[in-house]
């Protein structure tokens, strides 16, 4: 039939999105490219698949996103702003490819776990046989990598329990390599931003399905966990150990700069967790001068140059263009309409599936409960980066939006 082989077709097209996430620096876009490609050209025949109310407050959602960054770049010609949030467009002309011709969930976990299996091989090749920081060079962003490696890594916890549920070795198989080679790259990257929530997703997901489990499951679990510490804990120790030492140097300069009341404006600050704070500081001055709007774009600049000449934070934030934070980024520059709608970014897939969650077909559930796992995990990312500021950052956050939600809203069509 004309409808299963094209959602054989959106199958195979969302295995090879997540399969070759992170094969490359660049390949992120391999997958995401093919979908749009495919996605356009059907578009006549799909656009309607966005009407219903869920798809609508989810479009609506993405849509609302670019049109705030527009109407703040506008004002001074600031048009290079609207480079990353202009995905979101092409992340709903994909949403209603896949709500017409929904996906196999089972590929999508294949697609996920052998992504996090790759990912995991090339770490361990960087760190054991190059012996340099893994997913670090070449092109590679490690704060962006190490995210998308813990989220593939969680999506194939998910797979393992899926496997469980419908009796599918072969994915069960590939989900273990996924699930711990994901956790190793994450590690031996080095990317902390993306250890503050995952553990507890991860956490939450075995002991939540734990009545899925066998004993063979359990010695696979124990089994994957003693892999992880064993091969990366202690570069990843190294890693967070850093935080606490650059955090002590950072409140000595503090103190030493209070003591010194001539101390020269010149930057102090040099670690990558000091910089940080000094930015959130940054962030939440200005957030707090301009609460509705923010600075904009164009007084941006200016704005920070005069919270330093002030000494309120360290000249280094004249360094960085960003937060850091997403949501201090988007308080800072669009005030509360910014803040307000990062947060229905965030909260409107999760809210047009609400009634989901507990639907009558396993991939249904298992979708939504991905959906908002994904949703979770990208939120926690936020915390220590500007995670939609970075090509991979929007597209991974909207593409698996749009692919997990279109199987929760229209998996009935295939179960």
Same mark, same amino acid.
């Not at 960054?69 to 609207?82: N, R, S, V």
């Not at 046989?129 to 340099?132: E, P």
């Not at 009634?355 to 249904?364: F, M």
């Given at each position: 039939m004309l409808l299963t082989s094209r959602q054989r077709l959106t199958s195979l097209l969302c295995l090879i999105y997540f399969t070759t996430l992170l094969i490359t620096p660049d390949s992120y876009k391999y997958g995401a490219i093919l979908l749009a490609v495919t996605a356009l050209i059907m578009l006549p025949s799909t656009w309607q698949a966005l009407k219903t109310h869920p798809a609508m407050l989810i479009s609506g959602s993405l849509v609302l996103y670019f049109v705030v960054? %527009?109407?703040?770049? %506008?004002?001074?010609?600031?048009?290079?702003?609207?480079d990353m949030p202009s995905r979101v467009l092409l992340a709903i002309m994909i949403f209603a490819l896949l709500l017409k011709y929904p996906p196999e969930l089972k590929s999508v976990f294949y697609g996920c776990a052998i992504g996090a299996a790759l990912v995991g091989v090339i770490a361990l090749y960087q760190h054991y046989?190059?012996?340099?920081r893994a997913l670090s060079t070449g092109g590679f962003m490690p704060i962006q990598v190490a995210g998308m490696a813990a989220s593939l890594s969680v999506f194939s916890i998910f797979a393992y329990i899926y496997s469980c549920?419908?009796?599918?070795?072969? %994915?069960?198989?590939?989900?273990? %390599?996924g699930i711990t080679l994901g956790f190793i790259a994450t590690l031996l990257s080095g990317g902390r931003g993306s250890w503050v929530?995952?553990?507890f997703v991860a956490l939450w997901a @075995?002991?939540?399905y734990r009545k899925h489990f066998s004993s063979r499951d359990y010695l696979a679990i124990a089994t994957s966990v003693v892999l992880i510490v064993v091969t990366a804990l202690v570069p990843a120790l190294d890693r967070a150990g850093l935080v606490f030492a650059e955090l002590d140097d950072y409140q000595q300069i503090q103190r030493t700069e209070m003591a010194d009341a001539d101390t020269q404006r010149t930057p102090s600050v040099t670690s990558s967790s000091g910089v940080r704070v000094e930015l959130?500081?940054?962030a939440l001055y200005l957030f707090a001068d301009n609460p509705i709007t923010g600075t904009g774009y164009s007084q941006f600049t200016s704005a920070r140059e005069v919270l330093v000449e002030k000494g309120q934070v360290d000249p280094i934030v004249m360094d960085f263009s960003r937060a850091h934070n997403q949501l201090l980024e988007e308080l800072q520059v669009k005030g509360l309409i910014g803040g307000l709608t990062l947060i229905v970014l965030i909260a409107a897939p999760w809210l047009a599936t609400r009634?989901?969650?507990?639907?009558?077909?396993?991939?249904?559930h298992f979708a939504t409960i991905m959906l908002r796992s994904h949703l979770i995990l990208i939120a926690g990312y936020m915390l220590t980066q500007h995670y939609l500021n970075h090509h991979s950052g929007i597209l991974f956050f909207s593409l698996? @939006? @749009?692919?997990?939600?279109s199987i929760a809203l229209r998996a009935e069509a295939r179960d």
């Open positions: 960054t %527009l109407a703040f770049a %506008l004002p001074g010609e600031h048009y290079e702003q609207l046989m190059l012996d340099i549920k419908r009796a599918l070795p072969t %994915l069960k198989t590939i989900a273990f %390599l929530i995952t553990p @075995v002991i939540y959130w500081k940054t009634k989901t969650n507990t639907g009558d077909t396993p991939d249904k698996g @939006v @749009v692919i997990f939600a």
